[in-house]
């Protein structure tokens, strides 16, 4: 059938409408970061619901300053941090985890984002003389962790409590209870550091990166470098 004048309006209040519907709206474009290292590729997810770290680490990654940077604090069973601009271009003796570019980014901490193992996460200087809990502008660390009990959770979830004093009582949700359980990471730190990205690609990677040989300082005894970390698509 044809379209006659008389039926344009209607044709057009269909059109309108479709436009403005739900169905019709595009979804937020999802963003992704390849991380290349010495020992293997991490691809990492950001986080919508925290935009200031999301944007500050496109941002950086689009920069190069990770290019080159180490990990340069690795703990085993609990997380592998990097991002401390000094360490491009240090010597083995060199103590890192000081560095940054002379800002911070306000804390935006949340319960639905937790440190499950592969998580994503900004380092940050401690309360006392950070008590806004303010990020690192350049600083980060990905969780490995372990599994808890039952039991070992409602312990660090008393101790979140006494180091966050909510106004509501903190409760581990269920979901997070059974990650915890099953799959493992650091539940002491939630509530206390920003989640802002999880892995999704080279969890293998991050654990091998966890079980290098440290020095006293945590630091690699043999360097482990990010090559370079590019915006990628899923």
């Known amino acids: 059938m044809s ?10 209040v269909l059109l309108t409408l479709l436009a403005a519907s739900p ?16 020992m293997g590729n991490i691809k990492v997810h950001l986080y919508d619901n925290t935009p200031e770290h999301k944007a500050n680490f496109i941002r ?3 920069s190069g300053m990770y290019d080159g940077v180490l990990f340069h604090r690795v703990i085993k069973d609990f997380m592998i941090q990097g991002g401390d601009p000094k360490s491009k271009d240090c010597d083995s003796t060199t103590v890192l985890g000081d560095g940054g570019l002379g800002y911070t980014i ?5 319960q639905e984002n937790y440190h499950r193992r592969g998580a994503l996460c900004a380092a940050r200087l401690g309360d006392g003389v950070n008590p806004k809990r303010e990020s690192s502008s350049t600083q980060f660390y990905i969780v490995v962790g372990k599994t808890f009990t039952d039991k070992e959770l409602d312990m660090q979830q008393a101790r979140i409590n ?17 990650v915890y ?24 990677v991050v654990l091998n990166i966890c079980n290098v040989p440290t020095n006293k300082n945590d630091r690699p005894k043999k360097d482990v470098r990010i090559l370079s970390a590019k915006i990628t698509n899923r």
Do not use: W
Request: proline share 8%; charged share 25%; net charge positive.
């Open 23 to 38: 169905l019709s709206a595009k979804k937020p474009k999802q963003t992704y970061v390849k991380i290349t290292t010495t």
């Open 181 to 204: 359980k099953a799959i493992g990471g650091t539940p002491h730190l939630d509530m206390q550091y920003t989640v802002f990205g999880e892995v999704v690609e080279g969890l293998d």
């Open 162 to 178: 006494g180091a966050t004093r909510p106004e509501k009582p903190f409760q581990f949700t269920t979901e997070q209870r059974s």
């Open 106 to 110: 306000p804390a935006e901490i949340t």
């Open 3 to 12: 379209i006659t004048n008389k039926h344009l309006p209607i044709v057009l």
């Open 60 to 62: 950086l990654v689009k």
